[in-house]
């Protein structure tokens, strides 16, 4: 049969075709994610850990090979490579691109419930679905405003607590790595003639800080028809809290006084901010950089008008409340 002529004869079926195409095309447009290049990498789990302080080899020992008993035979697994470095360990899972990730992030995480046994200082394993590897879609630059004086390390808390966290929340985004932040620290400067002379080692030290520096629960108490948790709060939140710690107490059996050796007698306490290990500079300035990764199959023009958006309502709302406390930053992205 000519396709003309049958289209002559019936024309409310070939609307009802063009109709129909329409839809589709429309549906189509509205779902698919428009990007210049097609996706091409394969969805992946990150598995991180940290264990400050560790070598390699006592990363891989106690913390990888544990884990990667308990990864493997997942399903839909296609690839597990693990990397131990000083400090800290990753094991990246590839799958497949029809495995349901959502399935897949359950699975890993329940899998990794099992591991029990982690060096005390190892902080708990986190999971991502993007590396510092992929291609960001955005990168941003934090400087000071014209006036401001304070040192730009300073301001690694206002950066993650309010930057990073706003936008980890946007759709589409997976990630958010910064560089040129730091963290802070309370550092603990000894006095090797005053450990001597009291005959305490830097070990003694660390063991008394590290049990007095902890919340522990101390049961249940029942009164009537109400029970009440009780438990002791220890964290070290000031300096002086920290001078305050005994390190030795003994009893002179002659007068029976007790006399007792504090952090106070062979040390000096102190806050401030643990060493770069990037710097990024915006021509002569100081500044702090980060950039964001989308998530498998997002939209990227979706996810980046809404980063245009958050990016302004940060530059209007937090960076310039905080811009009239101590004149702070101002947020800018970079082309």
Same mark, same amino acid.
């Given at each position: 049969?000519?396709?003309?002529?049958?289209?002559?004869?019936?024309?409310?079926?070939?609307?009802?075709?063009?109709?129909?195409?329409?839809?589709?095309?429309?549906?189509?447009?509205?779902?698919?994610?428009?990007?210049?290049?097609?996706?091409?990498?394969?969805?992946?789990?990150?598995?991180?850990?940290?264990?400050?302080?560790?070598?390699?080899?006592?990363?891989?020992?106690?913390?990888?090979?544990?884990?990667?008993?308990?990864?493997?035979?997942?399903?839909?697994?296609?690839?597990?490579?693990?990397?131990?470095?000083?400090?800290?360990?990753?094991?990246?899972?590839?799958?497949?691109?029809?495995?349901?990730?959502?399935?897949?992030?359950?699975?890993?995480?329940?899998?990794?419930?099992?591991?029990?046994?982690?060096?005390?200082?190892?902080?708990?394993?986190?999971?991502?679905?993007?590396?510092?590897?992929?291609?960001?879609?955005?990168?941003?630059?934090?400087?000071?405003?014209?006036?401001?004086?304070?040192?730009?390390?300073?301001?690694?808390?206002?950066?993650?607590?309010?930057?990073?966290?706003?936008?980890?929340?946007?759709?589409?985004?997976?990630?958010?790595?910064?560089?040129?932040?730091?963290?802070?620290?309370?550092?603990?400067?000894?006095?090797?003639?005053?450990?001597?002379?009291?005959? $305490? *080692? #830097?070990? &003694?030290? %660390?063991? !008394?800080?590290? =049990?007095?520096? /902890?919340?522990?629960?101390?049961?249940?108490?029942?009164?009537?028809?109400?029970?009440?948790?009780?438990?002791?709060?220890?964290?070290?939140?000031?300096?002086?809290?920290?001078?305050?710690?005994?390190?030795?107490?003994?009893?002179?059996?002659?007068?029976?006084?007790?006399?007792?050796?504090?952090?106070?007698?062979?040390?000096?306490?102190?806050?401030?901010?643990?060493?770069?290990?990037?710097?990024?500079?915006?021509?002569?300035?100081?500044?702090?950089?980060?950039?964001?990764?989308?998530?498998?199959?997002?939209?990227? $023009? *979706? #996810?980046? &008008?809404? %980063?245009? !958006?958050?990016? =302004?309502?940060? /530059?209007?709302?937090?960076?310039?409340?905080?811009?009239?406390?101590?004149?702070?930053?101002?947020?800018?992205?970079?082309?």
């Amino acid at each position: 049969m000519n396709i003309i002529s049958a289209s002559i004869h019936r024309p409310i079926a070939v609307i009802a075709v063009v109709i129909m195409v329409i839809m589709f095309g429309w549906v189509a447009l509205q779902r698919i994610p428009i990007q210049l290049a097609p996706d091409v990498r394969q969805p992946v789990i990150i598995v991180d850990t940290s264990w400050p302080g560790a070598s390699p080899l006592e990363v891989e020992r106690e913390i990888v090979n544990r884990q990667e008993e308990v990864l493997k035979g997942i399903e839909g697994v296609r690839k597990l490579q693990s990397r131990a470095r000083t400090g800290r360990s990753d094991i990246t899972l590839e799958f497949s691109p029809s495995q349901n990730m959502d399935r897949a992030l359950l699975l890993v995480a329940n899998r990794l419930d099992r591991v029990s046994g982690y060096p005390e200082e190892a902080d708990e394993p986190t999971l991502r679905t993007s590396g510092t590897d992929d291609n960001p879609i955005a990168w941003f630059l934090l400087t000071r405003a014209e006036g401001n004086e304070r040192d730009m390390i300073t301001y690694g808390d206002f950066l993650e607590d309010t930057v990073q966290e706003r936008i980890e929340r946007i759709p589409g985004i997976s990630g958010v790595n910064i560089f040129g932040e730091t963290e802070r620290e309370m550092r603990v400067i000894v006095d090797p003639q005053q450990m001597a002379r009291y005959r $305490l *080692t #830097v070990g &003694d030290m %660390v063991e !008394r800080l590290r =049990a007095a520096n /902890a919340s522990i629960s101390g049961g249940d108490v029942d009164e009537g028809k109400r029970s009440y948790v009780v438990r002791t709060e220890g964290d070290f939140t000031t300096t002086d809290q920290v001078l305050d710690v005994v390190l030795r107490s003994d009893v002179d059996l002659g007068n029976g006084r007790i006399g007792r050796v504090t952090v106070r007698d062979i040390a000096e306490v102190e806050l401030g901010y643990k060493k770069a290990r990037a710097l990024p500079h915006r021509r002569d300035d100081r500044a702090m950089a980060f950039n964001m990764t989308r998530e498998q199959g997002a939209n990227v $023009l *979706t #996810v980046m &008008d809404e %980063v245009h !958006r958050v990016a =302004a309502d940060l /530059a209007d709302g937090a960076l310039k409340m905080s811009a009239c406390c101590s004149r702070t930053s101002s947020m800018k992205r970079c082309m």
